[in-house]
């Protein structure tokens, strides 16, 4: 699979230069972000999450984490109903919804930490 190309397949062509757009991209648009210190500004949340009060924002991590582990522990309780595995019974559309509470939890969590380091 990694065996040496003999050189008369090695192509000594040069493509195309690349030429530079006239306008720029997205990455050169972009804000820096990076920061010095223990935590980072509120201005990495996004507009929206930057002006929420961590309080706010640690309420809404509680209801998301309540609503993950609401539907982990009703998904086991239908686990335990016979013949729920072999069938996918215990299958329901809002446990699954339920379920991303737990990553949404962590996120939420994180910016009421940085919001609270920031004094809001």
Avoid at 27 to 42: I, V
Avoid at 45 to 69: D, N, R, T
Wanted: hydrophobic fraction near 45%.
């Amino acid at each position: 699979a990694f065996a040496p190309m003999p050189r008369a397949a090695i192509s000594t062509q040069t493509a195309h230069p690349i030429k530079a757009s006239p306008f720029p991209t997205s990455l050169a648009m972009a804000e820096d972000m990076s920061w010095e210190g223990e935590y980072p500004p509120s201005k990495v949340l996004g507009p929206i999450m930057s002006k929420m009060p961590s309080g706010l924002l640690g309420l809404i991590s509680i209801v998301c984490a309540g609503a993950c582990v609401y539907s982990i522990a009703q998904s086991g309780v239908l686990q335990q109903e016979a013949g729920a595995l072999s069938s996918g019974s215990w299958v329901k559309w809002q446990y699954i919804l339920g379920s991303f509470g737990g990553p949404l939890a962590w996120g939420t969590h994180v910016a009421a930490w940085i919001q609270r380091k920031n004094g809001m």
